[in-house]
Nanobody, 123 residues
Framework: QVQLVESGGGRGQAGGSPRLSCAAS????????MGWFPQAPGREREFVAG????????DYAESVKDRFTISLDSARNTRYLQMNSLKSDDSAIYYC????????????????WGQGTQVTVSS
C-alpha cells in the first residue's frame, strides 16, 4: 500500500509561484497515475493535474493548463506541482493521490490519498 506525503503549501500573494511536493513510499508500477486535487471549503476535490506514475504522460484541467506544471523526480520518487501566476481562486487544500488506472482523472478512481497541504492566496 503506497503512502503519500504532501508538502510545500503555505500563504502567498497572488502571482506567486509555490511548488508542492508529493513523496511516495513505494516505486511499484501498479500505481498507474498520480494526480493533484485541490479542495476548497464547501467544494468537492477537483482534478487539476495528472501524471503517469513513470512520468511519461501528463494531463491538466483547463483552468490551470498554462499555469501549473506536474513533474517527477525519479531518484527521489517524488512528484511535484509547480504553481505559477497564483490566483485567489487557487486557495485550497491540495491532495496528491495514486490510481491503479491509466489516465485516471475522476477522484473516485484514485485509491490512495495523502493528508493534504494548505495553499492560501491573498490578493
Amino acid at each position: 500500500q503506497v503512502q503519500l506525503v504532501e508538502s510545500g503549501g503555505g500563504r502567498g500573494q497572488a502571482g506567486g509561484s509555490p511548488r508542492l511536493s508529493c513523496a511516495a513510499s513505494e516505486r511499484t508500477v501498479s500505481r498507474k497515475t498520480m494526480g493533484w486535487f485541490p479542495q476548497a471549503p464547501g467544494r468537492e476535490r477537483e482534478f487539476v493535474a495528472g501524471l503517469r506514475w513513470s512520468g511519461s504522460w501528463t494531463d491538466y484541467a483547463e483552468s490551470v493548463k498554462d499555469r501549473f506544471t506536474i513533474s517527477l523526480d525519479s531518484a527521489r520518487n517524488t512528484r511535484y506541482l509547480q504553481m505559477n501566476s497564483l490566483k485567489s481562486d487557487d486557495s485550497a487544500i491540495y491532495y496528491c493521490a495514486a490510481s491503479k488506472e491509466l489516465f485516471a482523472a475522476a477522484a473516485r478512481k484514485f485509491n490512495f490519498w495523502g493528508q493534504g497541504t494548505q495553499v492560501t492566496v491573498s490578493s
